[in-house]
Every structure is written in C-alpha cells, then in structure tokens.
C-alpha cells in the first residue's frame, strides 16, 4: 500500500484518539508515524504492515503485547496503547528523541569504544528487567536502539513474540518474525522453539561487535549463509579488526557469542558488570 494511502487511512481509523502528523520510516514489522495524544505528548504509532496483519490473530498479538505493559523501565520504550481499527493493527510508544543506533552507525562505522559499551550497557539493564518478567526482546538490532540524550532507549520490545506466538505459518515462512539474520542467535537460525532471554544476549554481542569493529562478525549476500554462520563458524577476533579494543572487552564479546546458550552470559546483568570497566564511567581497561 502507498504510504501517503496508509497515513489516510491510519488517520481515520485513530482520528478520535490521536493526531497523526507524518510518516517518519517503515521498520521490519511496521510501519512508523509521529503523532500526538489529546494532552499534547509527542508518540509513536505503529502500524503492522498489511501483509503480516493477515496472518497474525489479532486478539491474541494484542494479548501478547499488553502483557508488556508491565515493563517500566528507564531504557525500554513502554507499551502506551494498542487496538485494532479498520483492520489495521497498531500499537503506541513514547516519542524518543534521538537517532537510532543504526543511524548513528551510518555516521560513524566505528564507534568510539567507551560510548558503544555504555550503550550496551544501557541496553543490558532494560533486558535484565524485561528477562525478570519473562520477556524476552527477540529482534536486538541496531534499528530498535534509540540514542537519546538520557541514554539508549530499546524500542518494540515484546512485538516480535507477540507476532511469533499470534501468527499463521505464513509468517514463519515470511520471515518476518524470527528476527534480522545478521542478529540472530543460533538457536533462532536453527528454528528452535524455546527461545528465551539468552538469545538477547547474543544479539547484544552481535551489536556491539559491530559498533565496535564497523561489520558485524558474520554477513554475507546469503541469508542462508549468514544463518549457518552462527549456528558453525566461530567469529572473527574483535581486535583483528580494532586493534585499539582492550583484550578484556574482546573476551566479554567472545562470551556473549558463544553458540551453546550455556556457555553464554546467563544472565544480562552479569555482562553488564562485566562491561562497565570499558564504558564511558569506567577507566578504559585493558
């Protein structure tokens, strides 16, 4: 559908509840639009694209995602509101200031090393809280890490769950759901089904990896290859590609990738710990 029709529609459809004000991008599960409530408040309304709604059962995504209504949390984006209108299915976010991390990589490949660290371990604090909860993110991307002048804020947490466990086998087979191939944890490559909080993790590493080095640790014109990769290859040494990168960091990232989700960080909290020497609050250890 257009995007200029979507708005249209969208505005119609929430006219009595929020005013839409523009379209700002289309994610991998919706699409985006800055909008107001009625006191004024600055939000994010999104709207899952057409061709996933069908295939999801709308009153039990929307049971999913209300679950994470719970979370509050100073690092993730919380659920505001979410409805079914017009046959479009929609949810509601706070607007976060500030540029994805994606963007900010666009800037700037290689990150300077204390600020992707406290990033992560901004982002590793809100999924403490999720994982405390039972909730697992499942799609940890650069694209669902906002950078905000109060820190890095985690957006559309719960969303991919809530899609995973409401939809048809059309959308395992779309792909839409399962996550981004370059972030995925060998488990989900591998289609398992008892995903839970340690698949965050990896993903975590996936990122900050790249943040770091400018590449992620495996990619490649294959989605096919990349999926094998990280269930088989081990990645590439962290410092082989930023040699200013202090050996402890490296050996963190090195965990937080391992493929066995036993030998991973177990818990968000504890690589948090591990990585707050490297951040922009720590002394730059070696």
């Given at each position: ?70 979370l509050?949390h ?59 909860h ?36 059309r959308?395992?087979?779309s792909?839409?759901?399962v ?90 909290t ?8 490297y ?8």
């Open positions: 559908m257009p995007r200029r029709d979507l708005i249209e529609r969208v505005r119609k459809a929430l006219g009595d509840r929020y005013t839409v004000l523009n379209a700002v991008g289309r994610g991998g599960n919706a699409s985006i639009f800055a909008g107001q409530d009625h006191s004024g408040t600055f939000v994010a309304i999104k709207v899952l694209h057409p061709e996933l709604a069908v295939s999801v059962a709308a009153d039990r995504f929307l049971r999913e995602i209300r679950y994470t209504a719970q509050n100073p690092h993730i984006a919380r659920l505001m509101d979410s409805g079914e209108s017009d046959y479009l299915l929609w949810y509601v976010m706070p607007y976060v200031p500030g540029e994805t991390l994606r963007q900010a990589m666009r800037r700037q490949p290689q990150l300077a090393i204390p600020h992707a660290v406290s990033i992560a371990t901004d982002v590793l604090d809100a999924l403490e809280h999720a994982h405390a039972g909730i697992a993110h499942r799609d940890i991307k650069p694209d669902n890490i906002v950078v905000s002048p109060d820190g890095a804020v985690l957006v559309d947490l719960g969303i991919a769950r809530a899609i995973a466990t409401s939809g048809d086998d959308v395992t087979r792909g839409f759901v996550g981004t191939e370059e972030y995925m944890s060998p488990e989900q490559a591998a289609g398992a089904p008892d995903v839970d909080g340690r698949t965050d993790i990896y993903s975590l590493g996936i990122v900050l990896f790249e943040s770091i080095a400018g590449r992620p640790p495996f990619s490649s014109a294959s989605a096919a290859a990349v999926l094998d990769m990280h269930q088989h290859a081990p990645p590439p040494d962290l410092r082989g590609l930023r040699r200013d990168a202090p050996k402890g960091l490296a050996t963190v990232l090195a965990r937080a990738l391992a493929k066995p989700r036993a030998d991973r960080w177990q818990r968000a504890d690589m948090r710990q591990a990585l707050l020497p951040g922009e609050r720590g002394a730059g250890a070696s």
